[in-house]
């Protein structure tokens, strides 16, 4: 896909896109952890995909200064868009930021920047485990 293709289209779409690209690295680093009962699964995929994780992850990102101008301009595109569902179980600010994080990740994917996705993926699944680690 172009980038003018990804400029052009609005946060949501961006997010609609990236939720099913990170979800997709989750899904196979639960599988290679040997997860494999479908309740499980689902339970510790929440881990890493619910918006309260994804809101830390890029919060985390962010301060961190591991995120570029540009993927910053993505994110808040996705984060300040205009969206017309609610979050079902957090506040609107961090079901905002979870929108914001999926967007860089539908950007990204439309603008075939793969390995930047695999390197960003890489690092969230590391964050949540070590959170995860921390409280065991």
Same mark, same amino acid.
């Given at each position: ?7 052009? %289209?609005?946060?949501? @779409? ?31 995929? +929440?881990?890493? +995909? ?51 994080? $999926?967007?860089?990740?539908?950007? %990204? ?5 793969? $390995?930047?996705?695999?390197?960003? @993926? ?13 409280? $065991?």
């Amino acid at each position: 896909m172009s980038e003018n293709l990804a400029n052009a %289209l609005n946060g949501i @779409a961006l997010a609609y896109l990236g939720d099913g690209v990170y979800e997709v690295f989750v899904r196979m680093h639960l599988l290679e952890k040997g997860v494999t009962r479908p309740n499980q699964l689902q339970k510790q995929a +929440v881990q890493f +995909v619910s918006a309260k994780a994804q809101a830390d992850m890029i919060d985390t990102l962010a301060q961190q200064e591991l995120l570029t101008s540009k993927e910053l301009d993505v994110y808040h595109r996705g984060r300040n868009a205009k969206s017309y569902t609610k979050a079902k179980h957090t506040d609107v600010i961090t079901y905002r930021m979870s929108t914001g994080f $999926e967007a860089l990740f539908g950007y %990204l994917k439309l603008t075939d920047q793969n $390995e930047r996705i695999e390197e960003l @993926a890489k690092w969230c699944i590391d964050h949540v485990e070590r959170k995860l680690a921390a409280h $065991e």
